[in-house]
T-cell receptor
Framework: EDQVTQSPEALRLQEGESSSLNCSYTVSGLRGLFWYRQDPGKGPEFLFT???AGEEKEKERLKATLTKKESFLHITAPKPEDSATYLC??????????????FGKGTKLSVKP | DGGITQSPKYLFRKEGQNVTLSCEQN?????MYWYRQDPGQGLRLIYYSQIVNDFQKGDIAEGYSVSREKKESFPLTVTSAQKNPTAFYLC?????????????FGPGTRLLVL
């Protein structure tokens, strides 16, 4: 069964304390891995799409990487405004569902000043 | 400004009542999606549509219905058959292509039961 697991469930950091969020997946044929940021009571905001192992993408303090089994979202010198829930989703290679997204449960990040 | 709008922001449903959530996009995207988000769970797909006048069931379609009469609109009806409708509902849209298409989300509608 296709599955996406995010860890940790929650992460508390001090401002400036760099860390990484993990998204591990078991799917039959990856067609894309997506990272979103979600603020409380709002819709997810798109961050990155990764397609193949070894690919990396950066945006401000965020850097996403992809291997054959997992993706990391690295946060360098985070600020309080980076506090949010980060969602990972994968699109698989098959099916009648046209490869719809499978979401993880998210990692809730809190950055204290 | 291009984007996805959802209305209302909050919706209250009485027992036995059908309610409709609105989703409109002006991104000229082909595909539209409805997800349900519950605390501690990942987003779950309710219905999706890749073309006007056609739609497909997702993983949790029971108790819901949709229509796609216009490319820019994809309303979701939560029927009285949905026994646990309290959740945050998210609409998304994407272009269609051969590679992984990015889905963009609206601001969401929170449905509460009275």
């Amino acid at each position: 069964e296709d599955q996406v697991t995010q860890s940790p469930e929650a992460l508390r950091l001090q401002e400036g304390e760099s860390s990484s969020l993990n998204c591990s997946y078991t799917v039959s044929g990856l067609r894309g891995l997506f990272w979103y940021r979600q603020d409380p009571g709002k819709g997810p905001e798109f961050l990155f799409t990764l397609y193949s192992a070894g690919e990396e993408k950066e945006k401000e303090r965020l850097k996403a990487t992809l291997t054959k089994k997992e993706s990391f979202l690295h946060i360098t010198a985070p600020k309080p405004e980076d506090s949010a829930t980060y969602l990972c989703a994968v699109r698989t290679n098959y099916g009648g569902s046209q490869g719809n997204l499978i979401f993880g449960k998210g990692t809730k990040l809190s950055v204290k000043p | 400004d291009g984007g996805i709008t959802q209305s209302p922001k909050y919706l209250f449903r009485k027992e036995g009542q059908n309610v409709t959530l609105s989703c409109e996009q002006n991104l000229n995207h082909d595909a539209m999606y409805w997800y349900r988000q519950d605390p501690g769970q990942g987003l779950r797909l309710i219905y999706y549509s890749q073309i006007v006048n056609d739609f497909q069931k997702g993983d949790i379609a029971e108790g819901y219905s949709v229509s796609r009469e216009k490319k820019e609109s994809f309303p979701l009806t939560v029927t009285s058959a949905q026994k646990n409708p309290t959740a945050f509902y998210l609409c998304a849209s994407s272009i269609l292509g051969l590679v992984g298409e990015t889905q963009y989300f609206g601001p969401g509608t929170r449905l509460l039961v009275l």
